[in-house]
């Protein structure tokens, strides 16, 4: 442990090149399914995060994404022509949208995640359990979230 408070240059240049081949790697597998519907990334992560949170708002996923409307509508035009996503107006304020999946929308996403958690399932299935735990506190960390 103490190794890790002299950690070099070097060794933080490795760590962010294991993290963009572990990027790289995890979406690899799904190109090849998004093309099939000629979506990219960006249409994933929208997939993605309406999966984890059906009826998530508009504002809600711009935040979460961190991106300019512009770009999020273009997404979500295009998920909406491929018929993966609905929309239904907020009860109390109908100016608010709430996006889901559609059908079409869970199927997609449920091919992508099948390919994904391979490889995921894979490395944990070599690792032990305090490794697992470990390896999210420190994602967290990376992403400034809470633990």
Known sequence: M???LYLKDEQLKE?????FIGYRESFSDPKKILA???IGIAH???IHLVSLYQGITITELLKKLKITKQSLNRVLKDLTKLEAIEYKKDKTDTRIKHVYLSQK???IFDEIFSVQK???YKAFLHSDSNEVLN???ILKRIINEKI
């Open 2 to 4: 103490k190794q890790l």
């Open 15 to 19: 760590f962010i090149e294991k993290l």
């Open 36 to 38: 099939n519907y000629s």
């Open 44 to 46: 994933h992560k929208v």
């Open 105 to 107: 929308g869970n199927r």
């Open 118 to 120: 391979k490889r995921i």
């Open 135 to 137: 390896f999210d506190k």
